[in-house]
Every structure is written in structure tokens, then in C-alpha cells.
């Protein structure tokens, strides 16, 4: 029976992704002088996390495609997908209980708190067509993506002996935490910059959905223009009209700049190329929107 309740998050765990996660563990897992066993368990309960957390995601955003194919709850249906997703957390935060020591339970509950109040704070901006300050708006990246990243680390720690590497938490921490606004500003950036993505997953999406973006939110910053009633033009035309306002206010640039900013600063902190080879990006071409 569990494996059919577990189905929808199976589903996705089958499907082929860019595995950051496992390689973040692999990497700090190493460097912490964990056994193989251990990274291994650690990277089976992360793995869990995250799929399980993407079912409600996919739910709550009311999305169609996730890594090119159909969503869970559209193949078997929103109860079944919203308990898989639930219960997969529940039956990896149970085996934590019976693996780590209870100080580290205490911290995952504590950063299954955080990532819940991001999740929440993203879904409000959206659905409220509310536009945060940036600063509001880093807080809900952090939260969201940062404390996923964060509870991988405690769970390391908790099986490292690397003393030297142990004190070290909180540099690890910042640079798990600068990496998670790279992500997930990397992910918003692509969605309207990038042709290969866009030949995949459709042109745009985000306005689409109408989401509140990184892009949008720093936007606000810079012209009174309502991009929000701009989105509701789902055309092909509307959407150019918005990526062409943001390339004359050189938002482009300023966002490909961060990017290459947050990416200097966590290379010079920490060698993670293999991570950033995973994570391309490039410069906004607007012949590329004429290819669509």
C-alpha cells in the first residue's frame, strides 16, 4: 500500500534532473569526511524532500509541466498527489528521527518551518498581485530554496568528525545561503531570456502565470509601469511587449550582472564549479524572441 500512496512522488523522482542536490551533498559531504554509507542515506532523505515538496509546489502553483512532463496531480489527481507529497515528508522526517541525533530533528523541523513560510510568502505575492520590496522578496528566496539547502548541511554535520570542518557552519551556511538567491534568480532570469528553455517548457511561462518574479520585483524599482496588468495579455505579442520594456530599462543587464556577481563571490568562497557547469546562463539576446 505505501508504495502506491508514495506513487505520485516516485513519479517525479524517476524523472531525470540536474541532481543539484546530490552533488551539493556529495561535495560538503566529502569535505566533511562523511562515510559513503552516510552520504548516501543523507542524499536518499534530501532526495525525498525535495520531490515530495515539488508534488505540493506543482499543486499550488496549478502548474502543467515539471521537467517537460505532465505534473503529478494532473496524472493521479490533487488527494492523492497533496497526501503523497505530505506523507513522503512525514516518512523522512521519521527516519531522521531514528538515524541523526535530536538536536539535528529539532533544526529540520525548525527549517521545515522556514521553507513553509517562504512557500506561503511566494504563493501570497501571486495570488494577492502584490509586488514586495527586494529585500522581501530575498527573505522569501532564502527561506524557500536557502533553508532546503541548509537542512541538507545539518545533516552532515550531524554525521561528520571533521572537528575543524564542524566550526565552520556558519561560512557554509552563507554560502549555501548566497547560492540559494543565485538559483533561484538564475531560474527566474531563464525563464525569459532563454530560447532553449523556452522551446521546452514554452515562452514565458512565467508570464503565464502571472508569477511575481525577482525580475518583476526589481522592475518596480525602476519605472511605475504596471507589469502587472500587463501580464494579463497571455499573446505572444503582449509578452514581448513586457521583455521589450525590460530590456530599454536595461533590467537585463542588471540581473545577468547579480548573477554573475553571486556567482564570483561563492566560486572565490568555495570551488563549486561542477555545480555552476549544471546552472548556464547568458546574456539577454532579443533576436532570440523573433526565433520563437
Given at each position: 500500500m505505501e508504495e502506491i500512496l508514495l506513487e505520485p512522488v516516485?513519479?517525479?523522482k524517476n524523472m531525470k534532473g540536474k541532481n543539484i542536490r546530490k552533488i551539493l551533498c556529495d561535495i560538503f559531504g566529502k569535505l566533511l569526511g562523511i562515510t559513503g554509507e552516510n552520504i548516501d542515506l543523507i542524499n536518499r532523505i534530501t532526495n525525498d524532500?525535495?520531490?515530495a515538496s515539488l508534488v505540493i509546489d506543482d499543486i499550488e502553483d496549478n502548474s502543467l509541466l515539471r521537467r517537460n512532463e505532465t505534473c503529478a496531480h494532473i496524472k493521479y489527481g490533487i488527494p492523492l498527489s497533496l497526501n503523497a507529497g505530505y506523507y513522503a515528508i512525514f516518512k523522512s522526517l521519521r527516519e531522521i528521527t531514528h538515524h541523526?541525533?535530536?538536536n539535528t530533528i529539532n533544526k529540520?523541523?525548525?527549517?521545515l518551518f522556514y521553507i513553509h513560510e517562504g512557500q506561503g510568502m511566494d504563493i501570497y505575492y501571486m495570488q494577492n498581485k502584490t509586488i514586495p520590496s527586494l529585500e522581501e522578496y530575498e527573505k522569501m528566496m532564502i527561506y524557500k530554496t536557502g533553508y532546503a539547502f541548509i537542512m541538507n548541511l545539518e545533516l552532515l554535520m550531524d554525521k561528520s568528525t571533521n572537528v575543524i570542518m564542524k566550526k565552520n557552519f556558519e561560512k557554509l551556511k552563507k554560502i549555501l545561503i548566497t547560492f540559494s538567491l543565485f538559483f533561484q534568480i538564475r531560474d527566474d532570469y531563464i525563464n525569459l531570456t532563454d530560447l532553449d528553455y523556452w522551446h521546452s517548457k514554452g515562452f514565458c511561462q512565467d508570464f503565464d502565470e502571472e508569477k511575481i518574479s525577482y525580475l518583476i520585483t526589481y522592475f518596480k524599482t525602476m519605472s511605475d509601469e504596471n507589469v502587472i496588468d500587463m501580464m494579463k495579455d497571455k499573446t505572444k505579442e503582449g509578452k514581448i511587449k513586457i521583455l521589450l520594456l525590460f530590456h530599454q530599462h536595461g533590467l537585463f543587464d542588471i540581473v545577468y550582472n547579480k548573477l554573475i556577481e553571486l556567482k564570483q563571490h561563492i566560486l572565490s568562497?568555495?570551488?563549486l564549479s561542477i555545480i555552476f557547469e549544471?546552472?548556464?546562463f547568458h546574456k539577454f539576446d532579443l533576436n532570440d524572441v523573433y526565433k520563437i
Amino acid at each position: 500500500m505505501e508504495e502506491i500512496l508514495l506513487e505520485p512522488v516516485t513519479y517525479y523522482k524517476n524523472m531525470k534532473g540536474k541532481n543539484i542536490r546530490k552533488i551539493l551533498c556529495d561535495i560538503f559531504g566529502k569535505l566533511l569526511g562523511i562515510t559513503g554509507e552516510n552520504i548516501d542515506l543523507i542524499n536518499r532523505i534530501t532526495n525525498d524532500f525535495h520531490n515530495a515538496s515539488l508534488v505540493i509546489d506543482d499543486i499550488e502553483d496549478n502548474s502543467l509541466l515539471r521537467r517537460n512532463e505532465t505534473c503529478a496531480h494532473i496524472k493521479y489527481g490533487i488527494p492523492l498527489s497533496l497526501n503523497a507529497g505530505y506523507y513522503a515528508i512525514f516518512k523522512s522526517l521519521r527516519e531522521i528521527t531514528h538515524h541523526f541525533s535530536q538536536n539535528t530533528i529539532n533544526k529540520i523541523v525548525e527549517y521545515l518551518f522556514y521553507i513553509h513560510e517562504g512557500q506561503g510568502m511566494d504563493i501570497y505575492y501571486m495570488q494577492n498581485k502584490t509586488i514586495p520590496s527586494l529585500e522581501e522578496y530575498e527573505k522569501m528566496m532564502i527561506y524557500k530554496t536557502g533553508y532546503a539547502f541548509i537542512m541538507n548541511l545539518e545533516l552532515l554535520m550531524d554525521k561528520s568528525t571533521n572537528v575543524i570542518m564542524k566550526k565552520n557552519f556558519e561560512k557554509l551556511k552563507k554560502i549555501l545561503i548566497t547560492f540559494s538567491l543565485f538559483f533561484q534568480i538564475r531560474d527566474d532570469y531563464i525563464n525569459l531570456t532563454d530560447l532553449d528553455y523556452w522551446h521546452s517548457k514554452g515562452f514565458c511561462q512565467d508570464f503565464d502565470e502571472e508569477k511575481i518574479s525577482y525580475l518583476i520585483t526589481y522592475f518596480k524599482t525602476m519605472s511605475d509601469e504596471n507589469v502587472i496588468d500587463m501580464m494579463k495579455d497571455k499573446t505572444k505579442e503582449g509578452k514581448i511587449k513586457i521583455l521589450l520594456l525590460f530590456h530599454q530599462h536595461g533590467l537585463f543587464d542588471i540581473v545577468y550582472n547579480k548573477l554573475i556577481e553571486l556567482k564570483q563571490h561563492i566560486l572565490s568562497e568555495m570551488n563549486l564549479s561542477i555545480i555552476f557547469e549544471q546552472l548556464p546562463f547568458h546574456k539577454f539576446d532579443l533576436n532570440d524572441v523573433y526565433k520563437i
